[in-house]
């Protein structure tokens, strides 16, 4: 995952959302230009209860991200409203081994569009980088990705019916 | 869509992201207990621009908006991380016809629990209730949510491969 173009505070939460959606729905790692609050800290405690080794890295610059994925045989997925339907393409992307998916905050360069090997819409109509991160990384894994182990962790929740029951390991 | 247990101020943006999946993904209308900000006014504009009758109702305390869903014959689904896992109950949630999907904040009350038909999981890792919501729509719609039309609007997106391309009606 890499997040173009945040605009900062504003932003804090819904870039917390990203990480966590990221990690959850099996992406290895998210790259930030910059953050505000300690979004390390909050990644490694959620890794350390809940499993896992997700992470962050801060500060590359977006061109060489997308550069450094391309040269490692990654699909650059631009997730756009003004790209092209999601179910249109999802047959491709499957088809794709590794990906690199950027997500543009309000303030994405324009450059992003043509550097991305492919500009993709869930829906086209405006509402939230969160929801269409979460669609593509579900769509392009089959659903595969919500059986997930995140192997050893501190707590496990136990799925129940109507209640919360959470196991300490 | 039911939104409970809001955190106010540090939500805001949350809320906002909750109500623009809800009408880009095909639901009719989302209830607030309260909100800070004009997102009545937000959505209109969205609306106007982008075509759709979404709204939000303000106000009705989350008992009542239960109770009237069950009497219309909804299931109510109640979206939480200590649930049941989507995977394993979507056959089961795509017979329902009609449906009130409830996203709970932090302080959702533990009664939602058991006045819910449903306590589904988008995995059992913490993620975003906003993530969930766009799953769940997009998984109990089986991606049809993705071909909806918004009808008269007076913004209109034409899918590109590289750019932006939007066309006045």
């Known amino acids: 995952m890499l997040r173009v173009g945040q605009r ?4 804090d939460r819904t870039l917390t959302h990203l990480c966590l959606v990221s990690r ?3 992406a290895e ?3 930030l230009e910059d953050v505000e609050k300690d979004i390390l800290g909050t990644l490694q405690g959620v890794n350390r209860t809940w499993g896992g080794g997700f992470s962050a890295v801060l500060g590359e610059p977006w061109r ?3 550069r450094d994925a391309k040269k490692e045989g990654r699909a650059v997925v631009h997730l756009t409203m ?3 339907p999601l179910q249109e393409k999802v047959e491709e992307l499957r088809r794709q ?3 690199l998916i950027v997500v543009g905050g309000p ?3 324009g450059k992003v569009y043509h550097e991305a090997d492919y500009n993709i819409a869930v829906t086209s109509q405006p509402h939230s980088e969160i929801a269409a991160l979460a669609i593509v990384l579900h ?3 089959g659903g595969e990705e919500l059986k997930r182990s995140f192997g050893k962790s501190r707590l496990r929740i136990l799925p129940s019916e109507t209640g919360k029951r959470v196991v300490e390991s």
Do not use: C, F, N, T
């Open 29 to 31: 790692s998210i790259y």
């Open 24 to 26: 959850a729905l099996g």
């Open 139 to 141: 769509e392009v894994q």
């Open 64 to 66: 060489k991200v997308i």
């Open 82 to 84: 003004y790209g092209m």
């Open 8 to 11: 900062y505070v504003r932003d």
């Open 107 to 109: 303030k994405v360069p």
């Open 97 to 99: 081994s590794k990906m």
